[in-house]
Structure formats: C-alpha cells, structure tokens
C-alpha cells in the first residue's frame, strides 16, 4: 500500500495531465471534424479551454518537480560551488515565496468569485472550478519545491547512500 501510494505521489502531475492533454486533443478534433461537416459542439471550446488552464497550473508543478523551470545560470556559475549552493538555497527560498503568494491570492479570487456566484456561458460550471487551479497548481509547486529543497540541501549520511 506503502508502495503504490509512494508511486501516486511521485507522479501526480502526470496522472492528472496525461490524460487531460489526451482529452483536450480529442476534443478539439472532434470539434474540428464537426465544424467540417457544417456543424459545432458548443461546449467544447470552453472545457478545452479550461483543461488548458488546469494544464498549466498543474504543468508548473510538474516542471518544479523536473527542476525544469526556466533558469538563467550566468550569474550562479560565476560562484565557487559553496557560493552555487547559496545562489541556490536563495533562489529556491524566493520561488517558495512567490508560489505562496499566489496560491494566497488564488484563494482570495476564489472566495471572490463564489460570492457573486459567477457561472461559464456554455458549460454553466461554477467559475471558482477553473480558478481553483491556481492554488492547486501554486500548492503543488510549493510541496515540490520544499521536496527538491530537502534533497537537494540535505547532509549526505556517512556511507555514501543519499
């Protein structure tokens, strides 16, 4: 049980993005299909749109999890690499900094637009469900950080295994 949930963590992006990216093409053919054939799928447009939305939320934490964020090096190569891993802890603190502010704001502009109650035109979904990607997304990034943090910046053990 240990094991599978290990696995359900270690890839939770990707479980939720996959087939989310597989839905959204299939979607978008389909309705370019109908469109051919003179016709449309009113909604599609709109959940696709959404899927995108959650996609790139839930995509920056996955990058986070790579260490694939977008980097500039120039200056962190310049150190020694005690002066690296400085620039790095430095680097890795503001990053947490700002994925907590935006999941704080995130959940401010959820509580915002569940007040007036806002719906999408052609879905009819409550707004707030497409929103909550922000905090989710921002939420995971921050565990991801604090993740890549922890093994990164921890003392080796004597022994050799990491």
């Known amino acids: 049980m240990k094991n599978k949930l290990l696995y359900l963590w ?4 990707e479980i939720l993005l996959v087939p989310a990216l597989a839905f959204s093409t299939i979607l978008i053919f389909a309705q370019v299909c109908a469109r051919a054939f003179g016709s449309s799928i009113v909604w599609s447009e709109e959940l696709v749109r959404y ?3 959650w996609e790139t939320w839930v995509g ?3 990058a986070t999890k790579r260490g694939s964020q977008l980097r500039i090096t120039m200056i962190r190569d310049k150190f020694s690499p005690k002066g690296q891993m400085v620039v790095e802890i430095f680097v890795t603190i503001v990053w947490l900094a700002f994925a907590v502010f935006v999941f704080c704001m995130g959940i401010k502009a959820i509580n915002a637009i569940a007040k007036f109650g806002q719906v999408s035109s052609a879905l009819r979904i409550p ?3 497409c929103y909550l990607s922000i905090p989710v997304g921002m939420g995971l990034m921050s565990i991801r950080l604090v993740e890549s943090f922890i093994k990164r910046f921890r003392p080796v053990k004597e022994g050799g295994d990491e």
Request: charged content about 25%; aromatic content about 30%.
């Open 10 to 13: 270690d890839h939770f992006e």
């Open 51 to 53: 899927l995108y939305v």
């Open 60 to 62: 920056v934490s996955y």
């Open 127 to 129: 707004l707030k469900y």
